[in-house]
């Protein structure tokens, strides 16, 4: 079983809609969480970072973490064509050489 | 901003030439990193190094170096370019701290081996 597992999509909305976006874990030491944004042919992109549970705004952006229940969310709300791409979680446990952990990805599309 | 360039976009070679990929990054950052990409893979770890002239192996080194010489440049390494090194590798780096700082990337480069 993976350490992190993310949903690969495809996932397709119409535009407005909310999107939301998950990743389970195991590794109950990730204290550090992170979402990029990819899109294609590009590196991926830091969209949010949050240290421990709790919520984290940004715009139409928000990252929820559960630690008790090892998940991830990011809502994207109002979404918009531009939010097209692959998304990817990651995470780190404090003092891991490897650094992070990351999801497989999650393709959005975003139809006008 | 932050900037992490990597030295080619698009890069083709040949079966057992070496092979070098270059990044640099602006950001006065300690740790730097390789990865490859591959559909269905995701992101996985070659390299990293956290300074100058060091270097730690992540999940699948097998086939590759890397080289540190100075804080800006880390540079991955192709001994003997096998088709099955055909991928899209990213370069990204981070700041040393107390809490674990998030990774910036560079925009990748897709190497094609033949």
């Known amino acids: 079983q993976k350490e992190v597992e993310q949903d690969p999509g495809p996932l397709s909305v119409p535009e407005g809609a909310i999107v939301s976006l998950n990743c389970t874990y195991s590794n109950s030491a990730f204290q550090y969480f992170m979402w990029y944004r990819q899109y294609s042919r590009k590196g991926p992109e830091l969209l949010m970072y949050t240290y421990s549970s709790g919520n984290k705004e940004d715009g139409r952006f928000t990252a929820q973490v559960d630690k008790s229940s090892k998940y991830i969310s990011l809502f994207i709300r109002d979404s918009q064509p531009s939010d097209s791409a692959t998304y990817l979680c990651a995470m780190s446990a404090r003092g891991s050489a490897r650094q992070l952990t990351f999801g497989s990805g999650t393709q959005l599309t975003v139809l006008p | 901003d932050v900037k992490v360039t990597q030295s080619s976009r698009y890069l083709v070679k040949r079966t057992g030439e070496k092979v070098f990929l270059e990044c640099v990054q602006d950001m006065d950052h300690e740790n730097m990193f390789w990865y490859r990409q591959d559909p269905g893979l995701g992101l996985r770890l070659i390299y990293f190094?956290?300074?100058?002239?060091?270097?730690e192996k992540g999940d699948i080194p097998e086939g590759y170096s890397v080289s540190r010489e100075k804080k800006e440049r880390f540079s991955l390494i192709l001994e003997s370019a096998s088709t099955n090194q055909t991928s899209m590798y990213l370069c990204?780096?981070?700041?040393?701290?107390?809490?674990?700082?998030?990774?910036?990337f560079g925009d990748g480069t897709r190497l094609s081996i033949l």
């Open positions: 190094s956290y300074d100058v002239k060091m270097k």
């Open positions: 990204a780096s981070s700041l040393q701290g107390r809490r674990r700082q998030p990774q910036h």
